[in-house]
């Protein structure tokens, strides 16, 4: 059985984790485009910086505390101003019935986050105030600290990432199922072979069904008992030569690997 960290007295507020109001689809897929239910993913955020007088979608990320949303390293710049909105579906509209936004605190990058060899890809954001919960705002389960999940269980990737390479940035929140790909075939010659590490995690590598540039710091959504979700991965990388290249699934950074540290963080 796959436990569920809800990290009790820290997840505050939260009498449960991973738990939609409304049921999301599970036959849709991201790259291809396919619409996700409205707010069947209420941990989702869009992390937004400003440029211009606008506010820009750059990444995805989990609300994983009343206060704190966990994302990938390489979505912050530290030169930028960012805010984060919750409860989102449509980007376009601004507001949304059902979402907020939040102002930033603190961001947390991982001390030992490596740019180029995109190693300890993980940073949380702080919140400026703790946010309601509701139907449309909720919690992320996260896993035991290195828990693992085996070859093609069934996660679902989700967020406002290219449709296609190269495509627009999606309007509405998209979703995709992406099967878990063991570390021992994600690491030969012809996959990922060296880049891919213990502390990540892949999945996908269809050919056919992907995230890609806007889904980065988005959650690996994966089910586990009593209709519950967990969040098993960060959106990190995936390949030069499109987001839906066969034998190059997503990288992500494996969440379980670093529950010591997410507690560390939350704590401060």
């Known amino acids: ?67 704190h949303v966990l994302t990938a390293a390489h979505c912050i710049n530290t030169n930028l101003t960012y805010r984060v909105g919750l409860g989102k579906y449509n980007l376009t509209v601004e507001d949304e019935e059902g979402s907020v936004y939040a102002e930033v605190d603190t961001i947390y990058v991982h001390e030992k986050w490596n740019r180029l060899l995109l190693w300890n890809d993980i940073a949380i954001i702080k919140l400026a105030e703790p946010v309601e919960l509701s139907d ?25 990432g290219r449709l296609w390479t190269n495509g627009p940035i999606a309007e509405v929140l998209q979703q995709g199922l992406q099967p878990i790909v063991n570390h021992t075939t994600c690491s030969r010659l012809d996959w990922w072979f060296i880049k891919v590490r213990e502390t990540m995690v892949c999945a996908g590598g269809d050919g056919v069904i992907s995230a890609c540039n806007g889904d980065s710091g988005g959650p690996l959504n994966c089910p586990v008992e009593d209709g519950l979700w967990q969040v098993h991965g960060i959106v990190s990388f ?15 950074t494996r969440v379980s690997a670093y529950i010591d540290w997410i507690k560390e963080k939350i704590q401060l």
Not at 24 to 53: F, I, K
Not at 146 to 158: A, E, H, N, Q
Not at 243 to 249: E, I, L, Q, R, V
């Open 238 to 252: 995936g390949s030069s030569r499109g987001c839906n290249t066969y034998k190059k699934p997503v990288v992500f």
């Open 136 to 160: 449309t705002i909720q919690v992320a389960c996260i896993p035991e600290q290195d828990s693992l999940l085996p070859g093609d269980y069934p996660c679902y990737v989700t967020g406002w």
């Open 1 to 67: 059985m796959l436990g569920i960290t809800v990290l009790a007295a820290i997840l505050a507020c939260a009498s449960s984790c991973g738990d939609p109001t409304f049921p999301p689809n599970l036959s849709a897929r991201v790259v291809g485009g396919e619409d996700a239910v409205p707010n069947s993913w209420p941990w989702q955020v869009s992390l937004q910086y400003l440029r211009d007088d606008t506010w820009r979608h750059t990444c995805g990320g989990s609300l994983i505390t009343t206060s």
